[in-house]
């Protein structure tokens, strides 16, 4: 009986591993780096093999590709090199990843240091400003709440890849409430709908423990939804969801 119930418990890790893994910094981000000359900006394109991490930096000064950086739990390390007057001179990054954010020390060479931050580019911003004005108003529906109350098809972006669930949502006057269900269980939630802003939390509760989940996002037309999911002690995830059509 002991041994069964040992079993059950690395199976459920095994299972979970997936929805509660490291922070996913794959992606664009714009970059600001504070050198002693003053602010640089760039922006930076990064591909992520779990906690390996590589892609490239773009400035004026063109394209600088790097590899070997990595990235344990919530904490980012690359090295990327710059020709300075015939000189090559390794910058080193670390940083600690914040959901979109990244905010960190640069060392330059071992000659000086400086402070960096960086913002993820996310596609539906570019998509918002491609979007005429007057186009807007074709969005107001969701506003009104109520519009995002039936099934949703839920994939939560991990390192180790894509983690599918189904969230059957409820909204009434704002106030929102269902359950969240995937191969882990059924889990209730809770949460808010203002405006285009959707918020949802729920418990989940593993062999370690209660682990509480926040999900901060925006409707996209009433028929999507995306944002980032925060794992209390675990980091940042993305996620997104479409409403089913079971």
Same mark, same amino acid.
């Given at each position: 009986? @002991? ?18 893994? @490291? ?9 600001? %780096? ?15 093999? =779990? ?17 070997? $950086? ?7 390390? *690359?090295?990327?090199?710059?020709? *300075? @007057?015939?000189?090559?001179? #390794?910058?080193?990054?670390? $940083?600690?990843?914040? $959901? ?75 106030? %929102?409430? $269902? ?8 889990? #209730? ?17 593993? #062999? ?26 675990? =980091? ?11």
């Amino acid at each position: 009986m @002991q041994r069964a119930k040992w079993m059950f418990v690395g199976v459920f890790l095994l299972m979970a591993g997936p929805l509660f893994a @490291q922070v996913n910094v794959a992606g664009d981000w714009e970059i600001t %780096l504070k050198t002693p000359q003053g602010d640089s900006t760039a922006t930076a394109t990064l591909k992520q093999d =779990g906690e390996k991490v590589s892609g490239v930096l773009k400035n004026q000064m063109g394209e600088l590709p790097f590899e070997g $950086g990595t990235l344990t739990g919530d904490e980012l390390k *690359f090295v990327f090199t710059v020709n *300075f @007057q015939g000189t090559p001179i #390794p910058i080193t990054l670390t $940083g600690k990843v914040k $959901g979109a954010a990244i905010d960190g020390q640069a060392d330059f060479g071992g000659m000086a240091q400086g402070d960096w931050s960086a913002k993820r580019v996310e596609a539906t911003t570019a998509n918002a400003a491609a979007t005429p004005a007057a186009a807007t108003p074709a969005a107001a529906p969701a506003a009104a709440g109520g519009t995002i109350t039936g099934k949703w098809d839920v994939t939560f972006r991990t390192p180790q890849g894509d983690f599918p669930a189904v969230a059957t949502i409820t909204v009434d006057s704002g106030k %929102l409430s $269902g359950s969240m269900g995937s191969q882990l269980g059924e889990t #209730p939630i809770t949460g808010t709908l203002d405006g285009m802003k959707v918020t949802i939390s729920m418990t989940v509760e593993s #062999p370690q423990g209660s682990m509480n989940v926040a999900m901060t996002g925006e409707v996209q037309g009433g028929d999507a939804m995306a944002g980032m999911a925060d794992v209390a002690g675990m =980091g940042q995830m993305e996620w997104s969801a479409k409403r089913s059509r079971q």
